[in-house]
């Protein structure tokens, strides 16, 4: 028999059972590559930057020779010339020299730290005039102080951000190995279910959960397959889910909330392969009708039909689910700080996922919690977060600090 | 002559100066619409639901005949019927009767609750035997309660996010109206830039600056179109930012960062057309040298040379600038608490962004500032995200909270 788990034991079952997933990689150019999932190390050919750089405008000199010097008691310096930008610097500097160095120009052999312009003088005598000593090293960024040749820069598993580009770009890297997107298919359910451009009639319900799920897994960098509404039938749900077996690494099945319908997606997960089902009912609110199973090395989680509780569920646990498949780590969710509008009991033994709507104020936001049926879509598409309350606690009293987590 | 702008100065001059401007509208799927940004007003044609519906499996009673009873003293109801999911439940129900309605069915006229199944028995007798007394409008969703019509549903400037998508799938609505992309040209100019698939020769240095551009604003929904690199001289940059004026609604030159340049790129804002810059400097480190200008209704800004702070003036600046073209609000960049892992002295006079990385530990996220010499590409690739330190304050001292906007 199955036990309901609690969220965090989930996490772990997810962790361990589809943690080292095998996706295969592709090349791409780095400028198509942002959001995409890193596939292989990318380890420094080079030291950035290649050469000793000044990082203002300025005399590069002997900070020796400047020791002692200020605007009453200038070091006097021969001027010996000027660095170009973009020049190679292949000159040597003497002592009592100074040479004229642009932001981000080589710095001549011998020289050990830069003036800032704005502190010398030049009359046109042939010698620059140091009002401020330096010491060595200063306003100088030394050969691989960027980036060390031998460093990997980015490391399998990373969600390549623009700066991760930005390094790439730095080595000269134009291609770079990610992961391909992770395949996600979605199967709606339910002998009610119509598709969107089709009129309902009696009581029958348009597919929600198919829109809002495809674009939750495009807005999270994988492909999403849709499979169309299936009727409340076990060969048929199972026929279906089989294909989407063959050509997605996780299926998503949707839309049927009668307990009927959550035995068959149970049943069907089961008929299909090994393990089969992992997690069947999770103790939090909304949710617990959600089913999580493994089949070979793939994944297939039953999804609560009403629309809300179907898109946290989703927030929740499936993007936990892409990312153990990606082996990636987020650092976690955009959160929000915010004072607690309104109290908020809670005291159902479970964990509670409340959707809440920010409201900016003069002391920052305030969340307002929504109250609502279960089964509205409009309980999360006027949220714009949520927030968590732990099995134990018995709710969040009004002017609370609390932790939003962005929808 | 210009003096050096705040922080919040220079959100105040994005506002004022291009929050209004015309994008014009395209219709697209909803399928498609993650993202992006709408463009009219969808107001709902029906109330969703269409119906009264049951929230969970159970029999559809009149309330009041249920008063009273408990597991000791049961009501006892007629069965008189069953709906099925999808069917229009086309019965009145008397009293005294039951009728059982499926999680989303339609509820039988003249009924005003249901009793959750769990709370009943059924022996085959005709009769259902109520445990539980509920109230009028007990586990019932009424017509409208999701969605009434003539309400709006999704407001223009909305950022268009998958909960959205359920909303109008809710209504059938299969297409919406958006925005279209803002395009952003990326003009790197520099004398020692030289493009990433080509070696870079003496101290000539990498085109970091356009890659990473590029990226964040694809990540941002927005169409970027690289210029490629310009030499350091005023009329080719004047031809480049020129024609990109003519193709895009946002400029940024990026590159170059000496003092001539800085001229070059101030110099080219004003002969380009009115009102021309607005903003010549900031007061915030790392980013001072940042330009924001404007010419007709299109905004051009000349971003830092090191890569690390423009990025930084990108991700604060540049995307505030593009939710002014959008006339979208975001609710907040993605906030992470941290604890302070070191003290960081700070002490000079204007706002300060320090970059962190963030170490995950049993008390939360550690924030250990990034020490390095300005323009390190590292300093913003090696970074989860930054803080924001108030020009009064001296500093950050260690173990204190902070708000970490993750990069």
């Given at each position: 028999?199955?036990?309901?788990?609690?969220?965090?034991?989930?996490?772990?079952?997810?962790?361990?059972?589809?943690?080292?997933?095998?996706?295969?990689?592709?090349?791409?150019?780095?400028?198509?590559?942002?959001?995409?999932?890193?596939?292989?190390?990318v380890?420094?050919?080079?030291?950035?930057?290649?050469?000793?750089?000044?990082?203002?405008?300025?005399?590069?000199?002997?900070?020796?020779?400047?020791?002692?010097?200020?605007?009453?008691?200038?070091?006097?310096?021969?001027?010996?010339?000027?660095?170009?930008?973009?020049?190679?610097?292949?000159?040597?500097?003497?002592?009592?020299?100074?040479?004229?160095?642009?932001?981000?120009?080589?710095?001549?052999?011998?020289?050990?730290?830069?003036?800032?312009i704005?502190?010398?003088?030049?009359?046109?005598?042939?010698?620059?005039?140091?009002?401020?000593?330096?010491?060595?090293g200063?306003?100088?960024?030394?050969?691989?102080?960027?980036?060390?040749?031998?460093?990997?820069?980015?490391?399998?598993?990373?969600?390549?951000?623009?700066?991760?580009?930005?390094?790439l770009?730095?080595?000269?890297?134009?291609?770079?190995?990610?992961?391909?997107?992770?395949?996600?298919?979605?199967?709606?359910?339910?002998?009610?279910?119509?598709?969107?451009?089709?009129?309902?009639?009696?009581?029958?319900?348009?597919?929600?959960?198919?829109?809002?799920?495809?674009?939750?897994?495009?807005?999270?960098?994988?492909?999403?397959?849709?499979?169309?509404?299936?009727?409340?039938?076990?060969?048929?749900?199972?026929?279906?889910?089989?294909?989407?077996?063959?050509?997605?690494?996780?299926?998503?099945?949707?839309?049927?909330?009668?307990?009927?319908?959550?035995?068959?997606?149970?049943?069907?997960?089961?008929?299909?392969?090994?393990?089969?089902?992992?997690?069947?009912?999770?103790?939090?609110?909304?949710?617990?009708?959600?089913?999580l199973?493994?089949?070979?090395?793939?994944?297939?989680?039953?999804?609560?039909?009403?629309?809300?509780?179907?898109?946290?569920?989703?927030?929740?646990?499936?993007?936990?689910?892409?990312?153990?498949?990606?082996?990636?780590?987020?650092?976690?969710?955009?959160?929000?700080?915010?004072?607690?509008?309104?109290n908020?009991?809670?005291?159902?033994?479970?964990?509670?996922?409340?959707?809440?709507?920010?409201?900016?104020?003069?002391?920052?936001f305030?969340?307002?919690?929504?109250?609502?049926?279960?089964?509205?879509i409009?309980?999360?598409?006027?949220?714009?977060?949520?927030?968590?309350?732990?099995?134990?606690?018995?709710?969040?009293?009004?002017?609370?600090?609390?932790?939003?987590?962005?929808?």
């Open positions: 028999m199955f036990s309901v788990k609690s969220v965090n034991e989930v996490f772990e079952i997810i962790e361990k059972n589809f943690k080292g997933y095998q996706l295969e990689c592709e090349t791409i150019e780095i400028n198509y590559a942002v959001g995409r999932i890193c596939g292989e190390s380890v420094s050919a080079e030291d950035i930057p290649g050469f000793n750089r000044s990082s203002v405008d300025g005399y590069a000199v002997m900070a020796s020779d400047t020791f002692g010097s200020s605007d009453s008691c200038p070091a006097q310096l021969k001027l010996a010339g000027e660095i170009k930008m973009g020049e190679e610097a292949d000159v040597y500097l003497l002592k009592g020299e100074a040479i004229y160095v642009p932001t981000g120009g080589q710095i001549p052999r011998n020289a050990d730290a830069v003036v800032m704005e502190y010398t003088d030049n009359f046109d005598d042939g010698f620059i005039y140091i009002n401020k000593s330096v010491a060595p200063n306003n100088l960024v030394f050969k691989g102080d960027d980036i060390k040749s031998g460093n990997a820069v980015i490391k399998p598993g990373t969600r390549i951000r623009p700066q991760d580009i930005g390094a770009a730095a080595l000269g890297v134009t291609h770079i190995s990610v992961k391909r997107r992770v395949k996600v298919g979605i199967v709606s359910t339910g002998d009610e279910i119509v598709d969107i451009k089709n009129k309902p009639e009696g009581s029958e319900v348009r597919d929600i959960n198919s829109y809002f799920l495809h674009a939750g897994i495009v807005e999270y960098g994988c492909e999403p397959v849709m499979y169309g509404i299936c009727e409340d039938d076990f060969h048929k749900i199972k026929c279906k889910v089989d294909l989407a077996l063959k050509e997605c690494d996780i299926i998503l099945i949707s839309g049927g909330s009668s307990v009927g319908l959550k035995d068959q997606t149970m049943k069907v997960i089961n008929s299909l392969g090994l393990p089969g089902v992992l997690v069947h009912g999770i103790a939090v609110k909304p949710g617990k009708p959600t089913i199973g493994k089949i070979d090395h793939k994944a297939v989680v039953g999804l609560p039909g009403h629309p809300a509780a179907a898109y946290i569920v989703f927030k929740v646990f499936v993007l936990k689910l892409i990312d153990a498949f990606n082996d990636s780590k987020s650092i976690g969710s955009s959160v929000i700080r915010a004072k607690m509008a309104h908020y009991p809670s005291n159902n033994g479970r964990e509670e996922f409340v959707t809440v709507r920010l409201e900016a104020s003069h002391d920052g305030l969340a307002h919690p929504l109250f609502g049926k279960s089964g509205l409009s309980l999360v598409s006027q949220a714009d977060g949520f927030l968590r309350i732990g099995r134990e606690c018995e709710g969040i009293e009004e002017g609370k600090d609390v932790e939003v987590i962005l929808l």
